[in-house]
């Protein structure tokens, strides 16, 4: 199935006083215009109300929240620290670099989340998913335009991937991954034991935060186009990574164990479409 033009995106965002969700939802799963891909992606994650009468106070009662968060520091300098270095380490590399402006808005999104959840640092630093939930605004910064924005809808994501997947879900989850693998691409995972290539190292980030840390910017946003149309909870995920295994198994029989692990943690550029369908 073909993607929606953007004129099909600018009617159903633009038309009736209340907004079709589920007409959105069913259109954006075949991807969305880059031009429209932020306003659509707020209405998919719930930031904005499907009814539009709703939309000025909504987003005053946002800006404010967002400025006096800002303003009220209750995070450690170290945070600070973190989310530089593990800018720099961000591994989207094929896609757009990161301007000054995105970096900006990314620490600000994640210092006033941090404000807001006082809990936030310490579970991500004892969880050791720092690098993980920084790269999650990534995607989100490029996507949409207004920073408070982005902040809402961080928010929304983060819960809704810790709800969906939660950390001590995660093992059996990649559990079962790995003998669907086995089954279904058996030289491969044969190739994988031979070369003593851990699952631990590349599977459980693979899982954790939907393949942020992995893909190309722009083969993420393509594929969360269809996560953010609700198929994340439908288990799609699972057959995402055998078809991303499949299509880069004859470059992986070639290698051996650190060139493995390489791509599999900065996967190349590839053709979403077929790896979703």
């Not at 000054?100 to 989340?113: D, F, P």
């Not at 939907?210 to 269809?226: A, Y």
């Not at 439908?234 to 692990?261: F, K, M, P, Q, W």
Request: charged residues 25%.
């Amino acid at each position: 199935v073909m993607a929606a033009t953007r004129e099909v995106f600018q009617d159903l965002l633009g038309g009736e006083a209340v907004l079709d969700l589920g007409k959105l939802s069913d259109v954006s799963r075949h991807g969305i215009p880059a031009e429209v891909r932020g306003e659509v992606w707020k209405y998919l994650l719930g930031a904005a109300k499907p009814d539009k009468s709703e939309e000025e106070r909504q987003k005053k009662h946002v800006t404010l929240e967002y400025q006096a968060l800002l303003g009220n520091v209750t995070y450690s300098a170290e945070l600070t620290r973190d989310i530089r270095v593990a800018l720099k380490r961000y591994q989207g590399v094929s896609g757009p670099a990161l301007t000054a402006e995105h970096k900006s808005k990314i620490e600000n999104v994640l210092v006033a989340y941090t404000n807001a959840n006082p809990d936030f640092e310490e579970h991500i630093i004892s969880t050791r998913t720092l690098s993980g939930a920084v790269s999650l605004v990534v995607p989100l910064a490029y996507a949409v335009r207004l920073e408070e924005d982005v902040y809402q809808c961080y928010g929304l994501l983060y819960r809704r991937i810790s709800d969906f997947m939660p950390n001590e879900n995660i093992p059996d989850t990649v559990l079962r991954f790995m003998m669907y693998f086995r089954t279904v691409i058996p030289t491969l995972y044969n190739h994988f034991e031979e070369e003593e290539v851990s699952m631990n190292v590349w599977a459980m980030s693979w899982f954790r935060f939907f393949l942020v840390c992995e893909l190309p910017l722009p083969c993420l946003l393509r594929l969360w186009d269809t996560y953010m149309a609700g198929e994340m909870e439908r288990g799609l995920h699972t057959y995402v990574c055998l078809a991303i295994l499949a299509h880069c198994a004859e470059e992986l029989l070639e290698l051996e164990n650190s060139d493995i692990l390489s791509l599999l943690h900065r996967l190349p550029p590839m053709d979403m479409d077929k790896i979703i369908a």
